[in-house]
């Protein structure tokens, strides 16, 4: 079995152009996760649906498959109440408005079912945690069997094609069935799906290598598989954050909140490597956790407006997220008391024109709470 930890740089060199936008669309890369440390799903993709509709991860060694030998089951009919299952991941970078993008993977309806549709949604938010049977909206795109680019062959492997236009907020791509639940459901229905691709039409640059291989590690990092969490939401932006009192000179005070500015001379240049600098301070915010002082501790990165907005996103979580992982797997903090997310470029706390402003808007601001 792979070892999820040895190709968090397996993305170092991604081509400008042509790159799938989608990560381990071939679902080759396993990942290990956190609840029972199973090779149960395959990294940087996540099953949707917290009332047990779990796409299945299957293994197949007999060389059939269009690419290596893993798959996901899509349950798209259940028997009775059951959920469906859907499939989740980020796009290794936002989509673009206006520009096209072509969508090809391979489908097989598995013995005993029929294949009908397969629905793609594109959305600006992270959809997981659906907490009814199924997801039932309108589909970005749905594949149908005329979307084959050969005669449908059931029980086969079928390739699919489809161009999407972007609307230009689209972060996350899920697959599974959007239809309303029919009233008698005639049987149950799978579909297997393998070897996933998104390119744009034209080879334009859509964010840089440094920035796909970035995100790429972000959500090789992410493990947890079978519990109520988000599991991108680590790396997903909210849509907006509420104003922390500051203390702009370490914690001296034991309101409810207290915020510290983490600046930008804590990291290298353009980096979100940490450097000793800023560990005392870390140190500190880790001991008043693991005290009961405070209960919980929110990371946030910003960055100033140089730049395109997709690296500064993620060079805001980036820097976000080391922090994190400083206090999670140096310090001991549990996982569950932290939380972080990066805002690229927005809410600046300075003039973004002068050198001394992009200075101050460069920074992580680290919130701590009472309850």
Same mark, same amino acid.
């Given at each position: 079995m792979r070892q999820i930890g040895l190709l968090l740089m397996v993305l170092s060199a991604l081509p400008a152009g042509g790159q799938s936008l989608l990560i381990n669309g071939s679902f080759e890369d396993e990942n290990t996760c956190t609840e029972y440390h199973a090779n149960c799903a395959p990294a940087g993709w996540e099953s949707l649906n917290n009332m047990g509709g779990q796409a299945r991860y299957g293994l197949d060694p007999s060389s059939n498959l269009p690419d290596g030998t893993h798959f996901l089951s899509l349950c798209m009919q259940p028997s009775g109440l059951a959920p469906r299952s859907y499939? *989740?991941?980020?796009?290794?970078?936002?989509?673009?408005?206006?520009?096209?993008?072509?969508?090809?993977?391979?489908?097989?309806?598995?013995?005993?079912?029929?294949?009908?549709h397969?629905?793609?949604?594109?959305?600006?938010?992270?959809?997981?945690?659906?907490s009814q049977p199924a997801l039932v909206t309108?589909?970005?795109? !749905?594949?149908?069997?005329?979307?084959?680019?050969?005669?449908?062959?059931?029980?086969?492997?079928? *390739?699919?094609?489809?161009?999407?236009?972007?609307?230009?907020? *689209?972060q996350f791509v899920t697959f599974g069935n959007m239809d309303s639940i029919p009233a008698h459901p005639r049987k149950v229905q799978?579909?297997?799906?393998?070897?996933?691709?998104?390119?744009?039409?034209?080879?334009?640059?859509?964010?840089?290598?440094?920035?796909?291989?970035?995100?790429?590690?972000?959500?090789?990092?992410?493990?947890? !598989?079978? !519990?109520?969490?988000?599991?991108?939401?680590?790396?997903?932006?909210?849509?907006?954050?509420?104003?922390?009192?500051?203390?702009?000179?370490?914690?001296?005070?034991?309101?409810?909140?207290a915020t510290y500015t983490l600046p930008d001379l804590?990291?290298?240049?353009?980096?979100?490597?940490?450097?000793?600098?800023?560990?005392?301070?870390?140190?500190?915010?880790?001991?008043?956790?693991?005290?009961?002082?405070?209960?919980?501790?929110?990371?946030?990165?910003?960055?100033?407006n140089q730049g395109s907005q997709g690296h500064n996103l993620l060079l805001s979580i980036s820097r976000a997220r080391s922090v994190y992982d400083y206090l999670l797997l140096t310090r001991g903090v549990p996982k *569950?008391?932290?939380?972080?997310?990066?805002?690229?470029?927005?809410?600046?706390?300075?003039?973004?024109?002068t050198p001394e402003g992009r200075r101050k808007n460069r920074r992580v601001e680290i919130v701590l709470y009472r309850q």
């Open positions: 499939a *989740e991941t980020r796009l290794l970078c936002p989509l673009k408005a206006g520009k096209e993008y072509q969508l090809d993977l391979f489908v097989r309806p598995p013995p005993g079912s029929t294949f009908d397969l629905d793609v949604l594109f959305s600006s938010q992270e959809l997981h945690l659906i309108t589909p970005s795109v !749905r594949l149908l069997q005329k979307a084959a680019t050969a005669p449908f062959v059931a029980q086969e492997w079928n *390739e699919l094609q489809v161009l999407y236009l972007a609307r230009g907020d *689209e799978f579909c297997d799906i393998d070897f996933l691709t998104l390119v744009p039409v034209d080879s334009g640059l859509l964010c840089s290598a440094a920035d796909q291989k970035m995100m790429a590690n972000l959500l090789y990092a992410q493990h947890d !598989r079978h !519990r109520n969490v988000h599991v991108f939401a680590d790396i997903q932006p909210p849509a907006s954050i509420p104003d922390q009192k500051v203390v702009p000179a370490g914690i001296t005070t034991l309101a409810d909140t804590s990291f290298g240049t353009d980096s979100s490597i940490l450097l000793p600098s800023s560990l005392p301070l870390l140190d500190s915010l880790a001991d008043l956790i693991k005290s009961g002082t405070y209960a919980r501790i929110k990371m946030v990165g910003y960055t100033d *569950e008391q932290l939380t972080c997310y990066g805002m690229g470029d927005k809410h600046p706390v300075a003039d973004n024109s």
